[in-house]
């Protein structure tokens, strides 16, 4: 008996009791005519009930043990409130760590933000046009890879700009700026010059927060360069050779009052390799010494005829471009040291700048005529007297600063002899942007320098004022 009961009811498990289901959609047919959708409030609200938290498969029994992290190690002491703080769980490391780089951003940046505040932030701002430009500047900062945005080409003619808020207005120099360079990889620009300092600065565009200031004492900056990898900066001075190497990681400045094999009574200009391997530093009566970053030591040393005005590394870091006051041009190869070609200026009577794009086509060399040749890389390494692609003359005094964009479309040439003397220069049809600078208003003063942003995105130029002035070119979408 017993037997058929669990036989049944095992029947009834696997089959369905077809007759009990059966009977019981007939009562909910006959029960439901007649009656109304609010009847079923309750079954309504049984729906809208958020389901329950599902629990964990596994739990480790050591993520509820606190771990104490080590502060007395060196990458750590600087996070320490007091010497009581030996030892700090992760969380509380975690936070301290955010927060000091909340405090050296300025507060939290745009890319940390939620989406739910972005898209907030959007939609307030959908019926002013002027925020509606600051939105796409955002776009463009979310980001930094190594191509250009944009597909087309640059036009010639009219080149599309904006003048924004100086790099460096949270802290602009006290005396004339001699540096002005965006960060290799990060959103950061650098300014430096005569008041013995080098700040930092973040890339926004709107209030460009400044990140961090060194103070050099007795050390008025000629001239400052990051590394290749973005993790130092070199600076040189105005009357010796003593230089400084900043290391931001570590956050050391590092003194280097004497190079091994260099004898020079003061080193003011160099370049860094593209590959982060040598420093080029120009000495007098026409040396050039190659310096290893490594070892802080000459290894090669090259003579030219006159004294060195320009210096530049190709894009490879393979060979080296030095332009004389009297108006030769050497190129060298950086393993042998050997000269492969030299060749004279056309019409340069004395040379003061030169400048070599970074994908090999192009070079670039000033006078102190003001007119500026742009020759093609190939033709200077195989003639003897190649002839220039082009010469640009619409400067009227020394053409003093030169700079190639990334992607080598633009030009830039400027002149620190004179007000507003600076010029962009479209290429390949060498011809020079109309609309810039702005048109009967100073806006940018002596050019001492000039660089742009690793995809073209801003271009700055650092004045006599103190001031890193800064345009959005709005062709290029990528920072």
């Known amino acids: 008996m017993m037997e058929d009961e669990e036989e049944r009811r095992l029947q009834e498990l696997v089959f369905g009791a077809e007759e009990q289901l059966l009977q019981k959609l007939e009562e909910s047919d006959e029960g439901s005519v007649g009656e109304e959708s609010s009847d079923s409030e309750e079954e309504n609200q049984s729906r809208l009930q958020v389901p329950t ?9 050591d993520d509820d043990e606190e771990e104490e992290v080590d502060m007395t190690h060196r990458f750590r002491k600087d ?37 739910s505040k972005k898209s907030k932030k959007k939609g307030d701002d959908d019926s ?31 080149i599309k700009l904006k003048m924004c808020l100086n790099a460096n207005n949270e802290n602009p120099g006290e005396d004339r700026l001699t540096t002005v360079q965006f960060h290799p990889s990060a959103q950061v620009v650098m300014t430096a010059g005569l008041d013995h300092t080098i700040s930092l600065f973040q890339v926004d565009g709107k209030t460009n927060p400044k990140i961090q200031s060194i103070h050099l004492e007795k050390f008025p900056v000629n001239k400052a360069c990051f590394s290749a990898n973005g993790e130092q900066v070199v600076a040189t001075g105005m009357k010796n050779k003593l230089f400084y190497i900043y290391d931001m990681m570590e956050g050391k400045v590092i003194p280097v009052p004497r190079v091994r094999g260099l004898n020079e009574q003061r ?133 003093t600063s030169l700079r190639f ?32 600078p702005l048109f009967r208003k100073k806006t940018i003063y002596r050019s001492h320098c000039l660089d742009f942003s690793p995809n073209s995105g801003f271009y700055s130029v650092a004045n006599d004022k103190g001031r890193a002035v800064l345009f959005r070119l709005l062709h290029y979408k990528d920072f």
């Open 79 to 115: 996070f320490k409130k007091s010497d009581v703080e030996s030892k700090m769980s992760k969380q509380k490391l975690q936070q301290r760590l955010k927060d000091q780089f909340q405090k050296s951003m300025g507060g939290a940046p745009s890319w940390a933000e939620k989406s």
């Open 405 to 436: 964009n990334p992607n080598s479309e633009i030009l830039a040439i400027a002149s620190r002899a004179e007000d507003e003397a600076n010029r962009l220069v479209h290429i390949p049809s060498f011809t020079v942007f109309s609309n810039f």
């Open 267 to 399: 080193v003011k200009e160099f370049e860094v390799s593209p590959d982060g391997e040598f420093l080029l530093l120009t000495g007098s009566s026409g040396y050039l010494h190659l310096m290893t970053m490594k070892t802080r030591e000459v290894v090669r040393s090259m003579k030219m005829n006159g004294n060195v005005c320009g210096t530049a590394f190709t894009g490879d870091g393979s060979k080296i471009f030095a332009n004389s006051d009297e108006g030769e041009v050497f190129i060298w190869d950086v393993r042998s040291s050997k000269c492969l070609n030299k060749f004279v200026d056309e019409g340069c009577v004395r040379g003061t700048s030169l400048a070599v794009s970074r994908d090999g086509l192009y070079v670039a060399c000033g006078s102190q005529s003001g007119v500026v040749n742009i020759y093609s890389q190939n033709t200077c390494l195989q003639d003897s007297s190649p002839k220039p692609l082009k010469a640009v003359m619409n400067l009227l005094t020394a053409a």
């Open 128 to 158: 002013d046009d002027e925020k509606d430009e600051d939105e796409e500047d955002d776009e463009l900062l979310k980001k930094t890879g190594n191509y250009v945005g944009s597909s087309e080409s640059l036009p010639k003619g009219i």
């Open 53 to 61: 938290k599902r629990k964990a498969a596994w739990e480790d029994e």
